[in-house]
């Protein structure tokens, strides 16, 4: 091949090799550039902002048509450890680099590259997300899934309760879809979490029987063992961010 003609191969291809060489920055992209052949979960390398890679869990199964990247799961032992009881605009990564369902979290920088991705509308929280099984052992008993269209605060962190429309939620077992209830975003000491003794006084008439003083899906400062986040010490609450496929 004459040198001229060697110039011209390396010009056509470039563009090929460049474009083969993705940065998935979520799960739903990971699916979108078919980085996985089968919608089978499990842990994927994703990158964030700065093309930095980054080990988090990606969940395809356990709601049709969502796809879904983990940034935080914690036990409830550490999710009351001061730490993690923080809002999702202070900084508290975990120190393990594989998603360890006990103790994880990713900083504030990954989570934002997570949620600024193209695709990324809606974040949920469930508990006691089983890895190894093949759609999570998720039956949406203790579930929370909210757009973000309709809750801009997840990072805002203003340690107040606000009405937010849900798209569904389940407390121990009794659920309420496409209704208000208030979300408390919490600040430098709590974590994002729903007050179960406080959704019919706030917003919505929504009641979830046989509630005194509750916390759900984080801070935990009163708990019931009958919600699944919290029944005990290695219970887990996990937090996504993903959106439609």
């Not at 474009?19 to 980085?35: E, G, I, R």
């Not at 019931?224 to 993903?242: H, K, L, M, Q, V």
């Amino acid at each position: 091949m004459s040198p001229r003609l060697y110039i011209l191969a390396i010009a056509v291809l470039l563009p090929a090799i460049e474009s083969a060489a993705v940065f998935p920055k979520s799960c739903l992209q990971a699916k979108q550039y078919q980085l996985t052949d089968e919608d089978r979960n499990g842990y994927f390398l994703l990158y964030d902002d700065l093309q930095r890679p980054f080990t988090s869990y990606c969940d395809f199964k356990s709601d049709p048509g969502f796809v879904w990247t983990l940034v935080e799961s914690l036990s409830l032992t550490n999710g009351k450890s001061s730490k993690y009881k923080r809002s999702f605009n202070h900084d508290a990564p975990s120190p393990q680099c594989t998603p360890n369902w006990l103790e994880y979290r990713l900083s504030v920088s990954r989570m934002k590259s997570i949620k600024n991705t193209p695709g990324s509308t809606h974040y949920r929280a469930t508990c006691n997300f089983k890895a190894e099984s093949e759609n999570g052992g998720i039956d949406h008993r203790d579930y929370l899934r909210v757009s973000f269209c309709h809750d801009g605060r997840f990072f805002s962190g203003t340690g107040r309760n606000h009405c937010v429309k849900i798209e569904y939620v389940n407390i121990r077992g009794h659920t309420c879809r496409q209704c208000n209830i208030p979300i408390h975003n919490g600040n430098s000491g709590a974590h994002m979490f729903i007050q179960v003794h406080k959704i019919d006084k706030l917003c919505d008439k929504w009641i979830v029987p046989n509630t005194h003083v509750e916390d759900v899906f984080g801070h935990y400062a009163t708990v019931d063992a009958r919600f699944s986040c919290s029944n005990s010490s290695t219970s887990t609450t996990n937090w996504w961010i993903g959106g439609y496929y």
